[in-house]
């Protein structure tokens, strides 16, 4: 579950939905579209965490 809190886990995410378009009826593209919209800004908002700096 950690990794749900890392953008690049959404960012493959919006991928794997594109790819999805290969598999869905045309009419359900629209829906794919906007969940990869949602995966890439939540890619964009989540702040990345690295080390703790001391």
Do not use: C
């Not at 598999?23 to 939540?42: E, K, R, S």
């Amino acid at each position: 579950m950690n990794r749900l809190k890392e953008p690049s886990t959404w960012a493959g995410f919006a991928a794997l939905f594109q790819l999805a378009k290969l598999i869905v009826p045309t009419q359900y593209h629209i829906v794919v579209d906007g969940a990869t919209a949602m995966a890439g800004a939540l890619a964009g908002v989540i702040a990345e965490k690295g080390p703790v700096a001391k």
